[in-house]
């Protein structure tokens, strides 16, 4: 079945750098939409950073030019890398899955993706 681990979370300064992973794994990497979202205590979870097959990206305002989303297909693995991190981006982490074997066009509504991860937390002091 499809399994999704998110590893790279911690504690950083304010304009400190991470790199989050998601190891994925029950499907066939290379021809799906992912995505990473986060979830801040008392809010609703949001769209960061997707990727489709073709490798076309896709940002949240908020993110841009800061993340950069990135997968591996090789070694089946979906990557965040997080720079000039805000305590406003202090938040739990999930990779996603879009739902079905073929995709294209990268989203970050939550409503298509079918597959999540246990989630990494992200914690940005100031």
């Known amino acids: 079945q499809v399994q999704l681990v998110e590893s790279g979370g911690g504690s950083v300064q304010a304009g400190g750098s991470l790199r989050l992973s998601c190891a994925a794994s029950g499907f066939t990497y290379s021809s799906v939409c992912m995505g990473w979202f986060r979830q801040a205590p008392g809010k609703e979870r949001e769209g960061v950073a997707s990727i489709d097959t073709f490798g076309i990206t896709m940002y949240a305002d908020s993110v841009k030019g800061r993340f950069t989303i990135s997968k591996d297909n090789a070694k089946n693995t979906l990557y965040l890398r997080m720079n000039s991190l805000k305590p406003e981006d202090t938040a739990m982490y999930y990779c996603?899955?879009?739902?079905?074997?073929?995709?294209?066009?990268?989203?970050?509504?939550?409503?298509?993706?079918?597959?999540w991860g246990q989630g990494t937390q992200v914690t940005v002091s100031s």
């Open positions: 996603a899955k879009v739902g079905g074997s073929w995709c294209s066009g990268p989203r970050l509504g939550t409503d298509d993706y079918r597959a």
